[in-house]
């Protein structure tokens, strides 16, 4: 649902001498302890975005890290996600931009229509912000891009944090399913919206928002027939949407209201069903492109997130483990800034903590909250502004519906400020 709002809105590691430890990070050393626990000095966990991006920015700036992965292979899972113009400074930073942009469209507008099919307002990007870049990516192929980026064996799938506390030696000891012990300096908790690590450091449960959403790519195997537009369809508490990925892929999504996330279906023609019949009435091209979506490509989610209320929550770090995307701040999809976010995170984390690391300029303690310090103000109000979106956009009332789509989408609204939030400065690494 990437793009659903445009409209509304680290003392040192160890006692050892700094350069010691410069040379112990770079080469990324693996040694088995007597006990049998492995040594590490920086551990990722999580292999979705958050942690590649992550890891290739540090590896570009000549610090190693290992990847632990609870799943067999990348988790390339789900459909799509939109990607701004902050998440593409991103990418070229660290040097990826350019292998992704040829294989998706750059989207130039879009379009707003009611459920009966009537356009309500029509944008350029263009037209509001020369530099915007947006682009709906495959998740499938930003993940392993980002992993080819990694020297071999960065990664350790089949790796599933079981229990993390602190050892005697104040490092953090994490231990995994399989009964691995990995004894790591640094820990940074890349692991998602359910994040173990984020719980452990005292974080809350994210909260289930009150509308769930079903998601898919359609394929075209001799093309599709749409303009590189965002398409959304606002009904009564259901909302849609649908934009081109590829000259053969379009990804779309259903949002709806739910008193509850409900039962987990498994059934992938079920979810189909049901995802059909919120729209059953509604502008046939949206049927048409759920009808062309394999079954078992369907998803279904409940949407949540958790706002980062100043000198009540837990920071972003806790020592030397740290949180980063959605294991630190789950948002709901209503900017399309969950993925674009994650990705800001990670070079702004590996800038500081190479800095440390390298320079020994400061602690990684230092370094860590410092990360943290800077990235509160940005990710705090957009979290409560995504939040705040999607439920305007949920209304179920007719007369309020029939304000919006009679007087606030066709005269009030501006995309231009609403796109304010994708700015980011981003020097290469």
Same mark, same amino acid.
């Given at each position: 649902?990437?793009?659903?709002?445009?409209?509304?809105?680290?003392?040192?590691?160890? *006692?050892?001498?700094?350069?010691?430890?410069?040379?112990?990070?770079?080469?990324?050393?693996?040694?088995?302890?007597?006990?049998?626990?492995?040594?590490?000095?920086?551990?990722?966990?999580?292999?979705?975005?958050?942690?590649?991006?992550? =890891?290739?920015?540090?590896?570009?700036?000549?610090?190693?890290?290992?990847?632990?992965? #609870?799943?067999?292979?990348?988790?390339?899972?789900?459909?799509?996600?939109?990607?701004?113009?902050?998440?593409?400074?991103?990418?070229?930073?660290?040097?990826?931009?350019?292998?992704?942009?040829?294989?998706?469209?750059?989207?130039?507008?879009?379009?707003?229509?009611?459920?009966?099919?009537?356009?309500?307002?029509?944008?350029?990007?263009? &037209?509001?912000?020369?530099?915007?870049?947006?682009?709906?990516?495959?998740?499938?192929?930003?993940?392993?891009?980002?992993?080819?980026?990694?020297?071999?064996?960065?990664?350790?799938?089949?790796?599933?944090?079981?229990?993390?506390?602190?050892?005697?030696?104040?490092?953090?000891?994490?231990?995994?399913?399989?009964?691995?012990?990995? *004894?790591?300096?640094?820990?940074?908790?890349?692991?998602?919206?359910?994040?173990?690590?984020?719980?452990?450091?005292?974080?809350?449960?994210?909260?289930?928002?009150?509308?769930?959403?079903?998601?898919?790519?359609?394929?075209?195997?001799?093309?599709?027939?749409?303009?590189?537009?965002?398409?959304?369809?606002?009904?009564?508490?259901?909302? =849609?949407?649908?934009?081109?990925?590829?000259?053969? !892929?379009?990804?779309?999504?259903?949002?709806?209201?739910?008193?509850?996330?409900?039962?987990?279906?498994?059934?992938? *023609?079920?979810?189909? !069903?049901?995802?059909?019949?919120?729209?059953?009435?509604?502008?046939?091209?949206?049927?048409?492109?759920?009808?062309?979506?394999?079954?078992?490509?369907?998803?279904?989610?409940?949407?949540?997130?958790?706002?980062?209320?100043?000198?009540?929550?837990?920071?972003?770090?806790?020592? !030397?483990?740290?949180?980063?995307?959605?294991?630190?701040?789950?948002?709901?999809? %209503?900017?399309? #800034?969950?993925?674009?976010?994650?990705?800001? &995170? =990670?070079?702004?984390?590996?800038?500081?903590?190479?800095?440390?690391?390298?320079?020994?300029? +400061?602690?990684?303690?230092?370094?860590? !909250?410092?990360?943290?310090?800077?990235?509160?103000?940005?990710?705090?109000?957009? +979290?409560?502004?995504? /939040?705040?979106?999607?439920?305007?956009?949920?209304?179920? %009332?007719?007369?309020?519906?029939?304000?919006?789509?009679?007087?606030?989408?066709?005269?009030?609204?501006?995309?231009?400020?609403?796109?304010?939030?994708? /700015?980011?400065?981003?020097?290469?690494?």
């Amino acid at each position: 649902m990437a793009t659903t709002s445009l409209l509304l809105l680290l003392s040192p590691l160890s *006692s050892s001498p700094h350069t010691q430890l410069r040379s112990q990070i770079r080469t990324r050393s693996i040694v088995r302890a007597q006990t049998g626990t492995r040594k590490e000095d920086i551990v990722i966990v999580g292999a979705g975005i958050a942690g590649l991006a992550t =890891a290739v920015s540090l590896h570009r700036l000549g610090v190693g890290s290992v990847v632990v992965e #609870q799943g067999d292979l990348l988790r390339t899972g789900g459909t799509s996600l939109t990607l701004f113009k902050n998440g593409w400074r991103v990418l070229d930073a660290i040097g990826v931009g350019h292998h992704l942009r040829p294989q998706f469209l750059e989207i130039q507008g879009m379009t707003v229509k009611s459920e009966d099919g009537r356009e309500l307002r029509s944008f350029r990007f263009k &037209d509001e912000d020369q530099s915007q870049e947006v682009r709906a990516v495959e998740r499938r192929i930003l993940l392993e891009t980002l992993a080819n980026q990694l020297p071999p064996d960065t990664i350790s799938y089949s790796s599933k944090l079981a229990k993390i506390e602190k050892s005697e030696s104040s490092e953090t000891l994490l231990e995994l399913a399989d009964g691995t012990k990995i *004894s790591a300096k640094i820990v940074i908790g890349c692991d998602g919206i359910r994040s173990p690590v984020a719980k452990w450091m005292g974080h809350s449960e994210p909260n289930y928002v009150g509308h769930c959403a079903f998601r898919g790519l359609g394929v075209y195997p001799d093309g599709q027939p749409y303009e590189p537009r965002v398409n959304y369809i606002y009904g009564r508490g259901v909302r =849609a949407g649908f934009v081109p990925v590829s000259p053969t !892929k379009v990804y779309w999504f259903i949002c709806f209201n739910s008193s509850s996330p409900g039962p987990k279906i498994i059934d992938p *023609s079920e979810l189909k !069903k049901q995802a059909i019949e919120l729209v059953r009435n509604w502008p046939s091209e949206l049927l048409k492109i759920i009808d062309l979506t394999p079954d078992d490509t369907i998803i279904r989610s409940s949407l949540v997130d958790r706002w980062l209320w100043p000198a009540v929550s837990p920071p972003a770090s806790a020592g !030397k483990v740290v949180l980063v995307g959605d294991a630190w701040h789950p948002m709901t999809p %209503n900017l399309g #800034q969950g993925a674009c976010c994650a990705l800001e &995170d =990670a070079v702004v984390l590996a800038r500081k903590l190479a800095g440390a690391v390298k320079t020994g300029s +400061t602690t990684v303690e230092d370094a860590l !909250k410092s990360y943290g310090d800077e990235r509160w103000p940005r990710i705090f109000p957009l +979290t409560i502004r995504a /939040n705040v979106v999607g439920s305007l956009l949920q209304w179920d %009332n007719p007369a309020v519906c029939s304000v919006r789509n009679n007087v606030i989408i066709p005269k009030v609204v501006r995309l231009g400020p609403m796109l304010e939030h994708t /700015n980011f400065d981003c020097e290469p690494l």
